[in-house]
C-alpha cells in the first residue's frame, strides 16, 4: 500500500515534528542535504551548528544501520543556511513509506524547498570506479512498489531538477573523481543483487543501484521541492568485482574521498541557493 499524500499533509504528527524544530532551529534553513551511508562527514563542514538526535525528534524515524548517525545538523555552510540529515531510515529495516519519507513533508512544513538527495550506491554501469560521483537524471522502481496509493508517480517525468542549474555542469573541475549522469535503481534490500539481476538492471538503463532515495525524491517532487541528486559510488556491484560485497566496503570508499565529496556538496549548497528556481 502506498502513501496517503492528502493524509499525511494533515497529519499532526507533520506539524508537531515541524513546530519542534522550528524552535529549536538557530536559523532558517534554505537547502536540505539527505547523507547517505559513511557519508555524513559533511557535518565537519557546518558552522555554528546546532545538533538535534533523531531520537531527541517527535514522531521522527530513528536510524539502526552503521554508517547512518541519526541526527540533524543545522548551522552554515559556505554562507548558506542548512539542515543536514546525517543518516536515513530505509524501507529494508522495517519501515513503512511514510516513516522513510517523512522529513520530506517536514521539510515541506518548514518551507525549505531545495534538497540535496546523496547516496552511497554501487556500480551498474561498468564505465563507473569506486570514487566517482553520479549526478542522477532518472529513477528506476525496481522495487516495483507504488509510493503513492493513487500512483502519481507513474506520471512524474522530471524527478530531478539538475536542469535547472547549468552551473552544476562544472562539478568536474573541482573533483579528482570523475562525475558521470546517470539513472538510480532502487531495490529494497537488505541483500545486495545477483550478477543476474545487476545484468537486468544493466539491460534497462540503470547506471547505479541502491536500497534508499527513490521513495524520498518522488515525495519532495510531490511536494513542489527542487531535488539535486548525487550518487557516489561505493562499490561495483555484483557480477562486476569478484569481491565479496559489504557494508563496511562502502563505508571504507565514502572515507577515502570523504574531503573530495565535502568539496562538491559545498558547490551544489552554493549553486542551489543562488537560483530561485524550484
Known amino acids: 500500500m502506498g502513501i496517503d499524500f492528502y493524509g499525511i499533509i494533515k497529519d499532526s504528527k507533520v506539524k508537531e515534528t515541524s513546530e519542534f524544530l522550528k524552535r529549536k532551529l538557530p536559523c532558517t534553513p534554505e537547502v536540505a542535504i539527505i547523507l547517505g551511508s559513511g557519508l555524513s562527514i559533511i557535518e565537519e563542514k557546518i558552522e ?22 541519526g541526527r540533524v545538523a543545522v548551522g552554515i555552510l559556505k554562507g548558506v543556511p542548512v539542515m543536514a540529515f546525517l543518516g536515513r531510515s530505509h524501507y529494508y ?19 525549505v524547498r531545495k534538497v540535496i538527495v546523496t547516496n552511497a550506491a554501487g556500480a551498474v554501469n561498468q564505465r563507473l570506479n569506486v570514487g566517482d560521483l553520479v549526478l542522477l537524471e532518472g529513477l528506476i522502481n525496481f522495487a516495483q512498489i507504488d509510493i503513492f496509493s493513487d500512483g502519481w508517480e507513474r506520471n512524474l517525468k ?50 547505479v543501484v541502491g536500497m534508499s532515495t527513490l521513495p524520498e525524491v518522488v515525495v519532495a517532487r510531490r511536494l ?55
Not at 513509506?97 to 521539510?107: A, N, R
Request: proline share 8%; aromatic share 10%; net charge negative.
Open 158 to 207: 522530471t524527478p530531478f531538477s539538475t536542469s535547472c542549474y547549468p552551473e552544476l555542469q562544472n562539478l568536474e573541475s573541482i573533483y579528482p573523481g570523475k562525475i558521470h549522469r546517470g539513472v538510480y535503481c532502487w531495490t529494497t534490500g537488505p541483500s545486495y543483487e545477483t550478477p543476474a539481476e545487476i545484468r537486468f538492471m544493466r539491460h534497462l538503463g540503470g547506471d
Open 48 to 69: 555554528n551548528k546546532l545538533l538535534i538526535n533523531y531520537a531527541d525528534i517527535p514522531n521522527f524515524p530513528k536510524t539502526t544501520v552503521s554508517g547512518h548517525p
Open 93 to 111: 529495516e522495517g519501515r513503512k513509506l511514510e516513516e522513510i519519507t517523512f522529513p520530506m513533508f517536514v521539510l515541506h512544513q518548514l518551507d
Open 224 to 278: 513542489g521541492l527542487a531535488v539535486i541528486g548525487i550518487s557516489f559510488v561505493s562499490n561495483p556491484a555484483a557480477g562486476i568485482s569478484h569481491k565479496p560485497l559489504s557494508h563496511e566496503e562502502v563505508k571504507e570508499a565514502a572515507e577515502k574521498y570523504k574531503d573530495d565529496f565535502c568539496v562538491v556538496i559545498e558547490r551544489c549548497v552554493e549553486v542551489v541557493s543562488q537560483s530561485g528556481k524550484v
